[in-house]
Nanobody
Framework: QVQLVESGGDLVQAGGSLRLSCAAS????????MGWYRQAPGKQRELVAT???????NYADSVKGRFTISRDNAKNTVYLQMSSLKPEDTAVYYC???????????WGKGTLVTVSS
């Protein structure tokens, strides 16, 4: 059983910063990929950023230069540092864990980020 627990969502003004955290627990293999996806009202869920256990990162074009993903492998925790936030960043942010061993995705319940203009 794998559990992902997100935290850090909040209401912030445009131009502000916020840090999201996601702690994974359960049967987690050391080789995996963790990341963040988001879903705005009326839109499909989209990739924000991912990071492998080896440290390779991938970002959506819309957040490059503003968001930074990082992880602490010892704590099985992934972070998303968000800066220069825009109203269009408003969404529910979901933590994702992909286990290569099983080719399976796991999802957190989401944390709401609201950016006011």
């Amino acid at each position: 059983q794998v559990q992902l627990v997100e935290s850090g969502g909040d209401l912030v003004q445009a131009g502000g910063s916020l840090r999201l955290s996601c702690a994974a627990s359960g049967s987690i293999f050391s080789v995996n990929r963790m990341g963040w996806y988001r879903q705005a009202p009326g839109k499909q869920r989209e990739l924000v950023a991912t990071i492998t256990s080896g440290g390779s990162t991938n970002y959506a074009d819309s957040v490059k230069g503003r968001f930074t993903i990082s992880r602490d492998n010892a704590k099985n925790t992934v972070y998303l540092q968000m800066s220069s936030l825009k109203p269009e960043d408003t969404a529910v942010y979901y933590c994702n864990l992909y286990l290569y061993q099983w080719a399976r995705d796991y999802w957190g319940k989401g944390t709401l980020v609201t950016v006011s203009s």
